[in-house]
């Protein structure tokens, strides 16, 4: 079993950056490709960005390309989202996600450990 804890959730006014991480405990995060995903109020949980085990190929959401960077440690057990030039749009609870497996994929229902999720709200 995996739990995954995200933090660096948080408020911002819109044009500014936040970082997300994920840190695991259990089982070292080397073992999964990992995504983010996010989920605002009304809506279904849209995929955000994903990286491999190795960290190559990170693929990332038309929306959030060129704004946010996937990064992962695997010494260090983490996972990162940089997120900047944040909009409105952005805001929602942002999830980190596990897949047992090497590529990093886009759909939800691959990833088999998910997190609790951290709010991020983006004020226009």
């Known amino acids: 079993q995996v739990q995954l804890v995200e933090s660096g959730g948080g408020w911002v006014q819109a044009g500014g950056s936040l970082r997300l991480s994920c840190s695991a405990s259990?089982?070292?995060?080397?073992?999964?490709?990992m995504g983010w995903f996010r989920q605002a109020p009304g809506n279904q949980r849209e995929f955000v960005a994903a990286?491999?085990?190795?960290?190559?190929?990170?693929n990332y959401a038309d929306s959030v390309k060129g704004r946010f960077t996937v990064s992962r440690d695997n010494a260090q057990n983490t996972v990162s989202l940089q997120m900047n030039s944040l909009k409105p749009e952005d805001t929602a609870v942002y999830y980190c996600?596990?897949?047992?497996?090497?590529?990093?994929?886009?759909?939800?229902?691959?990833?088999?450990?998910w997190g609790q999720g951290t709010q991020v709200t983006v004020s226009s």
């Open positions: 990286i491999s085990r190795s960290g190559s190929g990170p």
């Open positions: 259990g089982r070292t995060l080397s073992n999964y490709a």
């Open positions: 996600a596990a897949r047992t497996g090497y590529v990093a994929r886009a759909v939800k229902d691959s990833y088999d450990y």
